[in-house]
């Protein structure tokens, strides 16, 4: 698999990185993140380990009808954050852990949930492998994983380095990773065809750190348009990939 690593950035505080403002600003495209869940919420369970959480811009779609919900992210700045947010519902738990970490497995236990979620986060995640064998290690047999990650090494750019990524996937080598881990894999499709000229734009063309705010929200009005689109022709490339896997 193609990658490349991130150029090192020394902000002076957490909330000052890229991926953070990234985080911020992809608050506002409710309509986006409502179509990302729309398209895993009938692979979705009750007891959801959320991998990467961030700042719980996608925690209320995946809560709503949980009985139990781990959410689990590298920052303890994210965590403090959706302790914050979520702290009065005794259904989350937010626990600052490293999924790549074989001690992860005993801060969310193994064989405790039947989906977990990654959402934007496995392209972060140097030991990707790794980090899908202990998502495995953590679900019940027949538990199914949702991933959700960045498409085409070809797009990989500034906006890319700034915030963190190691990768972005092709289908043929998210396929090979997730079944070389055990997964049996039930769906893997791209998404988001429109969202490439922008991100190209941006990343390769005007070398920005963080997607600009005017581009996402153009984007989140066309949304419910792209999303007609895509459930009439299911695109053959796009800007991101699902995957969803089943452990066996």
Not at 90 to 117: E, F, G
């Amino acid at each position: 698999m193609a990658s490349a690593a991130p150029t090192a950035f020394a902000p002076t505080t957490w909330s000052e990185t890229a991926g953070v403002e990234t985080l911020r600003r992809m608050m506002s495209v409710d309509r986006y993140n409502e179509w990302i869940f729309q398209r895993l919420m009938s692979y979705v369970g009750k007891r959801i380990l959320e991998v990467g959480c961030g700042v719980g811009n996608m925690t209320p779609f995946f809560l709503e009808n949980a009985e139990a919900m781990t959410c689990l992210d590298i920052y303890p700045e994210s965590v403090a954050v959706m302790e914050a947010e979520f702290g009065s519902d005794k259904r989350l738990r937010a626990v600052a852990a490293d999924i790549a970490d074989p001690a992860s497995l005993q801060v969310v236990k193994t064989r405790q949930y039947d989906t977990a979620v990654c959402i934007n986060v496995l392209e972060h995640i140097e030991r990707d492998a790794v980090a899908l064998g202990n998502m495995y290690e953590a679900l019940v047999p027949g538990g199914n994983l949702l991933l959700f990650v960045p498409a085409g090494q070809r797009l990989y750019g500034r906006l890319d380095e700034a915030v963190g990524h190691y990768r972005r996937y092709s289908s043929d080598a998210l396929r090979q990773l997730v079944s070389d881990q055990g997964f049996e894999i039930a769906e893997l499709f791209h998404m988001n065809v429109l969202g490439i000229p922008g991100w190209f734009l941006s990343g390769k063309i005007l070398r920005r750190d963080v997607p600009p705010r005017g581009l996402l929200q153009a984007f989140n009005w066309l949304t419910p348009i792209l999303m007609r689109l895509e459930r009439l022709v299911r695109p053959r490339f796009g800007l991101s990939l699902v995957c969803v896997a089943r452990r066996a």
